[in-house]
């Protein structure tokens, strides 16, 4: 469950950090996460966790809010859990440490000793995922984004692809 945990506060970074890299206007593609720290996990249940994410974005551009963010995550095609976020704002035209909530949920086919057995011999080229959620930019653009099925490593092109 552990390796659970972690890996999916790394998949709900690079879901941010696809994020900020919309690509609709040529400004936003100057928008870089320069750190990101796992500040807390916790269990919530039995078969959920809650983590808190410290995330420094440089955004030279207007305010972004992210919301509606959620996924399953999948591991050689099987489904390992789900995980939500509440609406993210990063500020515009700085640099900032924006604080990320996420829950993430085991399936309920998946135990805690299967997760234990995956997390011995993790890789992270067998996770895949399905993500939706939606960008607002300050003053402007407004886009729902859905994602099925993309691997972990190929999911920054596939957002900005999708986000054009």
Do not use: W
Request: hydrophobic share 40%.
């Amino acid at each position: 469950m552990i390796g659970f945990r972690k890996n999916t506060a790394g998949i709900l970074l690079c879901l941010l950090v696809s994020l900020l890299l919309f690509s609709g206007c040529g400004g936003y593609r100057d928008i870089r996460v320069d750190s990101c720290r796992l500040e807390r996990i916790s269990p919530a249940g039995l078969k959920s966790v809650d983590a808190g994410l410290a995330v420094t974005v440089h955004n030279p551009v207007n305010e972004i809010t992210v919301s509606g963010i959620a996924g399953t995550v999948y591991m050689d095609g099987k489904e390992l859990g789900t995980f939500q976020a509440p609406e993210v704002t990063v500020p515009g035209r700085e640099t900032s440490e924006v604080d990320v909530e996420i829950r993430a949920s085991l399936s309920p086919s998946m135990n805690f000793m299967q997760i234990m057995s995956l997390a011995s011999g993790f890789d992270p080229d067998r996770l895949s995922m399905d993500v939706s959620m939606k960008i607002r930019i300050r003053g402007g653009v407004k886009k729902k984004i859905d994602i099925k099925g993309v691997p972990v490593a190929d999911f920054f092109s596939k957002v900005r692809y999708e986000s054009i």
